[in-house]
């Protein structure tokens, strides 16, 4: 029997629920590997082991009384270290939080617990979430399960190499650039970015900005599904909240998990490798047109197809700029010696922009979106290649160039993934085995605007009908020789950014 830890979560829901696995013995498990393992990459770096079996043993107390179960209950979650945990460290990868320890939960982690899920502890983050390489002052480096010298991505690193390693069945994430979707291409795992609102956050400084969500990551997408049931909410202190469009979510969980059965025969598929501008590595275009070829003849249509993306690299690097002036400039201003480059680098951006240059990206940002609704018209489904390159070594702190080309900032090798945001549309990353470097691949999946529940069941049909594919399913690590590996806080480079 496999180890507990490596069950999917619901597999472990419903073993627990048939009182055929404590919830007691899920936590040793994922504990047990978490010991083994997590030296080798350093995802998860704060546990909170006491508090986590008082909830375990209370969890098995209500499955033997039979009272009634949440959809979560019993089940293990990994929560970045960007959200805060009533009594659990949280550092947002900041030495200026250090030895924060935060009263109360955020509303996210507080419906999670609220579901049954146990809080094991906090994975690693960039700081402040700015960046896809998984590396800060605070708790140092992230690996790849699949290869410990290269990086997780990011800003999520830490919770999808937690999930690929079996540390935990489910993890949260968030995502502005592509931080649900770029790690989990990495490290070969499902991450899921919501429609803005669905996942209501009373944290964003812009309340009115579809860019930043909180979104689920697991193993499967069903796992996914499960987990998005659980966080997807109404919350007033969110202005997006209402912004639902055609399918609400108050009190209706059930929309999203189980996923929907969909049959991918009647649909009507468009693909690109680059959304026409993105600076995309040879290796990355060679997989996903073998994948393209794979699941094509799966769909009604298939065909080369992209909405107009041109203009989004400068929209997003304006608005993220601004985004990031209101929340870390003072930080700058007063305490230059505790921010890292990233932070430095975005703040100083954002002040060479002028009130002009946010109109024009408004206007671009407004232009892309009604040119993606006039693609949705004519296709059902978008996929593209999750990330534009192979994982390479973490102690490069971002590709200044892919394939020769410079990149025009430390995030244009994301913009395969923020040129969906800008939109606001949902969109999956789907782990479909790996690259001709060895390393996982991920797709890609764009729904249409508000298309949650039938992007998850378009998800779930392509990785059922892949999933006896020895060459595309789901890549797993070599668990053993990670436990045996040297650890990564003993390589160079590991602590700060030098």
Not at 7 to 17: K, V
Request: hydrophobic share 45%.
């Amino acid at each position: 029997m496999a180890d507990p830890c490596d069950l999917t979560a619901l597999e472990a829901r419903r073993l627990i629920g048939r009182k055929a696995l404590s919830p007691v013995e899920l936590l040793e498990s994922c504990l047990a590997r978490i010991a083994a393992v997590n030296p080798s990459i350093n995802a998860m770096v704060a546990l909170d082991e006491d508090r986590a079996r008082v909830a375990a043993r209370e969890a098995e107390a209500v499955v033997m009384r039979g009272d009634d179960l949440g959809p979560l209950h019993g089940l293990p979650v990994g929560i970045k270290d960007l959200e805060e945990t009533a009594g659990l460290r949280t550092t947002y990868g900041s030495p200026l939080f250090a030895d924060f320890v935060p009263a109360a939960d955020c509303g996210m982690v507080a419906r999670i617990r609220a579901a049954g899920g146990i809080v094991i502890g906090k994975t690693n983050t960039p700081e402040f979430g700015l960046g896809a390489n998984t590396r800060n002052r605070v708790y140092g480096a992230t690996g790849n399960p699949f290869d410990n010298t290269r990086s997780a991505a990011g800003s999520s690193g830490g919770s999808a190499a937690a999930l690929a390693a079996g540390m935990a069945p489910l993890c949260s994430g968030s995502d502005t650039g592509g931080s649900l979707r770029n790690p989990a291409a990495f490290c070969g795992i499902v991450g899921y970015r919501p429609s803005a609102g669905l996942v209501t956050s009373e944290k964003r400084a812009h309340g009115w900005s579809p860019l930043p969500v909180l979104g689920p990551m697991a193993r499967t997408v069903a796992d996914a599904a499960l987990l998005l049931g659980a966080m997807a909410s109404d919350d007033a202190r969110d202005p997006l909240a209402y912004t639902l469009h055609a399918r609400p979510v108050r009190g209706e969980p059930a929309l999203f998990h189980p996923a929907r059965r969909i049959d991918l025969a009647g649909l009507r598929l468009g693909f690109s490798e680059d959304l026409g501008q993105a600076p995309t590595e040879r290796v990355v275009r060679e997989a996903f047109r073998s994948r393209v070829a794979a699941i094509a003849p799966l769909f009604r249509t298939a065909a080369e197809a992209h909405p107009d993306c041109r203009g989004g690299d400068e929209a997003f690097e304006v608005l993220r700029a601004q985004m990031v002036l209101s929340a870390h400039l003072e930080k700058v201003r007063t305490r230059p010696q505790d921010c890292g480059p990233n932070v430095i680098a975005n703040v100083e951006e954002g002040l060479r922009y002028s009130l002009e240059d946010a109109a024009r990206a408004a206007a671009a940002q407004t232009r892309i979106y009604r040119d993606f609704q006039r693609f949705f018209e004519t296709h059902d489904v978008l996929v593209t290649p999750a990330i534009t390159i192979s994982p390479r070594d973490w102690r490069e702190l971002f590709p200044r160039e892919i394939d020769g080309q410079p990149t025009r900032t430390y995030f244009h090798w994301l913009a395969l993934a923020y040129y969906v945001t800008l939109t606001g549309h949902p969109a999956i990353s789907l782990p479909l085995g790996r690259d001709a470097n060895g390393m996982p691949f991920g797709l890609q999946i764009v729904g249409p605007r508000g298309g949650d529940a039938f992007l998850l069941g378009v998800a779930a049909a392509l990785e059922e009908a892949l999933a006896g594919d020895a060459t595309l399913g789901r890549p797993l690590p070599d668990i053993a020789a990670l436990a045996a590996a040297a650890p990564i806080a003993g390589m160079e480079g590991f602590l700060g950014f030098d």
